[in-house]
């Protein structure tokens, strides 16, 4: 009758096991939503690229009227990264069993400003300033991030982690230059004050890359089908240069007169007036007698060797990629 009776339990036992994984997939949703917002901080910083003829550098000039040169009072390297900033994003995922789900994220990513080059020239013996330039750069994007997550499956606080690609689908890096300069200049045999005010916009826009994401998480239940989770990411997305375009430009020229400052007459010079060479540029990786490189200048005006084509530049290279994190809530469906 034992031998029976174990029989008879072992049977009940394996007969049920069906019962139960099926109620334990049917608890499992198979289906997700997630919403999220992080912010992220640069890891590697690097040297940011030119902006047009000016390099990476925050510099203090000198200027003497009377040798009409100008000498380097102090000079640093500007160094960050495009990584530092805000984003958002909105994931579709799917639950393969209770330890391994897929999910596809959009993404998307500003960046903070970063103080691209800088160049002050002041009066010899004062600190009036004859001249600055100054520009700015941040990144806009969005990207779409495929990646595989592997938890242990519990059914209160579940840690898990992640990784995948990142495939960018668009995105620029944005600069902004405001530029002012004071100086003389003769007019009918008399000598006026000139000052040059310039705003300029450019957009420079990437190659097609592929970059790398990985995080740690923990998912939080708060109610039948609604999850919080926290999670720390790193992502790392290089991007090269491709093409960059001049979108805004605002050139003025004033003459005064040095008696009373009283004005003369202006100039001005707006996005139309560019040549195509200065309003577009092809980023290449050599530059030989062949590129459309600068041939001279007037004023602000650059002559190239074919103004009626791209000029050429070296390709830059910048990473948007950082160290974060993110919280967001998942809809289990």
Known sequence: MKTKAALMAALCAVLSMP???????????????????GYYFSVFPGQFPKVGSYQPHDQHLEYNPTTQSS????????????????RGGLSFGWNINRYIAVEGTFNYYRSKKNL???????????????????????????????GVVISPG???????VRFGMVVPLWGNLKIETDASKSGTATVG???????TAIHRNETVKPNVTIGFQGAMGVVFPVAKKLDIF?????????????????TAYDETISLLNPANGSLISQQHRGLD????AERNTKYVTTLDQSSNTPVSQQGAKVIYKNNDQPANDLKSYINIGGLGANVGLRWRL
């Open 189 to 195: 045999g008399q000598t006026v004050l000139t000052q």
């Open 19 to 37: 019962t139960t994984q099926a109620q334990s997939l049917k608890s499992t949703s198979r289906f997700y939503v997630k919403i999220a917002g």
């Open 154 to 160: 519990f059914q209160k606080v579940n840690p898990y």
């Open 116 to 146: 691209m080059t800088r160049e002050i020239t002041t009066m010899a013996g004062s600190n009036q300033a004859v001249g600055k330039i100054e520009s700015h750069g941040y990144v806009e994007a969005i990207d779409f991030a495929p």
């Open 71 to 86: 000498t380097s009072v102090s000079e640093k390297v500007l160094t960050g990264s495009y990584g530092a900033g805000g």
């Open 230 to 246: 926290v999670e720390a990411e790193y992502r790392n997305i290089p991007v090269r240069s491709k093409k960059k375009e001049v």
């Open 273 to 276: 007036g560019l040549s195509t």
